[in-house]
Structures are given as C-alpha cells and as structure tokens.
C-alpha cells in the first residue's frame, strides 16, 4: 500500500470534518433543551471554521 504525502492526510481531515458537520447538522435537528442546542451550536461552528482553515491550507498548498 503507497504512503500517503502530508497533502493527502490533510484532505482526509477536510473529509473527516465534513462528517463531523453532517453529524453534528443531524444533531440540531433533533436536540431538544435549548442549552444543549446552543452547545452543539457552538460546536458546529468551531468545526465550519476548522473546515474554512483546512480548505485554504489545501487551496494554497505548495507541492
């Protein structure tokens, strides 16, 4: 099996969060308690920044 390069792992973090995002879009939909709904709230917009950062790394990577 080849090795993936550091630009392969780094699109299979922007993968991985893209399923954290779907996941955590499910959540909401179904969360009941207003707190609760306010913590995943804030966690998927860490997670939609995390996905900002990771695609302009990939858009900008130096090969």
């Known amino acids: 099996m080849m090795q993936k390069n ?3 792992h780094v ?5 991985q ?7 955590l879009t499910q959540a909401m939909s179904t969360v009941e308690k207003q ?3 306010q913590k995943i709230q804030n966690t998927l ?3 939609n920044n995390a ?3 990771v ?3 990939l858009s ?3 090969e």
Do not use: G
């Open 51 to 53: 996905i900002q950062t």
């Open 6 to 8: 550091a630009r392969q």
């Open 45 to 47: 917009d860490a997670v």
């Open 60 to 62: 900008t990577y130096q």
């Open 11 to 15: 699109q299979d973090v922007s993968n």
């Open 35 to 37: 707190q609760n709904r």
């Open 17 to 23: 969060l893209q399923t954290c995002k779907n996941s």
């Open 55 to 57: 695609n302009t790394t």
